[in-house]
């Protein structure tokens, strides 16, 4: 089957070799004739075997390793049947819900308002692509909602899409199935254009739960598959530390916000998307009676201009968190991403009232924490302020990192204080 055996170059080698599953279109010697989204056999240029791929004919990312093992088209299904059920264990291990340590008051004020009830969260992400060793696909549940993401021509194909569905059905009886669709990578991969759709079930829509704060969820709107779960154990790190006044810049549907709010005196909370905050504010209503003590005001604004604006007239606040969207798509936008968030963070720190405390967020992979943290120094130091790191964190638990694939490790939260 000379068709599916594509050979590699001694770069490409050494990186399959030492743990990446990626292999890009240079690496590749010579031509590659297998179909899109096949099952390939993967050699070195000494006719070693390096294991079995998926191959895309339109990515850069030519081949994603499944296997150090070369496996058939026969036994393909087997295989990411025990990988999906692999998956949906480690979530039970680490996941959930019930395991996140509560969050204790840290002021009087706090106290006042009462003690945090509860972590109860009912969604997370099931698979995580390479981090689960299915490269390629993401699966997120919220309540009784699964939503699914092919992000190759692999898991594109009917087969394996079918596969994928059935075996989710089957981890979660009773939950809709709903597929999303990213236009832009469905181009990059050279797939026909598809909807967003319901694959099985009757509801596209629910109410789903995280650190006992609900959230509306409509699987078939918002960004990436609907909402950001990875920030999941970050927003009750930051309600361990906010108080007073707050301030949410790029607040998207409310995530902060709504965690600031049961703590914070009042929040104020600012995002470009006017369709964004109008979800936030129906969240907020579900909430209201339960959990949020303080006030919440949603502003439709662009964050640089308006903290620029904000900077000048003097406002200052308790607590000020910045989830900003990547900056950084590529390696060559770095530089032009740390100026973004070193503005970001100057005019934030400024803001700062003596024993503040900032949230600052980066979900740019190309942007390594350490780059990140320097940032962070050099805006402190430009603003005059001494910064105190009181936590450290990436994406929640649920989305886990392998050591040898740095890109699974994108997303990193400071958690620090502005001492009196």
Not at 169 to 174: I, V, W, Y
Not at 371 to 377: A, D, H, K, Q, R
Request: aromatic share 6%.
């Amino acid at each position: 089957m000379a068709d599916r055996t594509i050979t590699v170059n001694h770069r490409g080698a050494a990186r399959l070799r030492g743990g990446h599953p990626w292999v890009y279109r240079s690496d590749l010697v010579g031509s590659a004739d297998a179909a899109p989204g096949a099952l390939v056999w993967v050699r070195d240029e000494r006719e070693r075997r390096l294991g079995s791929a998926l191959y895309s004919s339109a990515s850069q990312i030519a081949i994603r390793l499944l296997s150090h093992e070369e496996i058939s088209d026969e036994g393909l299904p087997d295989l990411l049947r025990k990988r999906i059920a692999s998956a949906v264990r480690f979530r039970e291990q680490v996941g959930d819900s019930d395991k996140l340590p509560g969050l204790e008051p840290r002021q009087t004020l706090r106290q006042a308002q009462g003690r945090l009830r509860g972590t109860r969260c009912d969604s997370y992400r099931v698979i995580f692509s390479e981090a689960d060793l299915l490269p390629g696909l993401i699966v997120d549940k919220y309540n009784d909602v699964v939503s699914l993401q092919a992000l190759t021509q692999a898991f594109d194909r009917d087969d394996l899409r079918g596969l994928v569905v059935e075996s989710l059905s089957e981890h979660f009886p009773g939950a809709s199935i709903v597929e999303r669709v990213d236009s832009h990578i469905r181009e990059l991969e050279q797939l026909p254009a598809r909807e967003s759709q319901l694959v099985r079930g009757e509801r596209s829509k629910t109410i789903f739960t995280l650190n006992d704060v609900h959230f509306l969820y409509d699987a078939l709107s918002g960004q990436k598959t609907g909402a950001f779960l990875d920030q999941r154990e970050n927003y009750a790190a930051a309600a361990r530390y906010a108080h007073g006044e707050a301030l949410d810049v790029f607040t998207y549907q409310g995530g902060f916000a709504l965690h600031l709010a049961r703590v914070c005196g009042s929040v104020t909370a600012v995002d470009v998307s006017r369709a964004a905050l109008e979800v936030a504010e129906q969240n907020e209503q579900l909430n209201r009676d339960r959990h949020c003590a303080g006030e919440i005001e949603w502003i439709e604004a662009n964050a640089f201009d308006l903290l620029k604006d904000y900077a000048t007239a003097g406002r200052q606040y308790d607590t000020i968190v910045l989830d900003p969207p990547a900056f950084a798509k590529t390696k060559r936008a770095v530089p032009t991403a740390l100026r973004g968030y070193k503005e970001l963070n100057l005019r934030a720190l400024k803001m700062l009232r003596p024993g503040g405390t900032l949230v600052t967020c980066s979900c740019s992979f190309h942007v390594s924490e350490a780059e990140f943290v320097e940032m962070l120094g050099s805006a402190a130091a430009d603003a005059g302020r001494v910064v105190r790191v009181l936590e450290k964190h990436g994406a929640a638990r649920d989305h886990p990192v392998l050591l040898n694939v740095p890109e699974t490790a994108y997303l990193k939260c400071v958690i620090g204080e502005v001492p009196a």
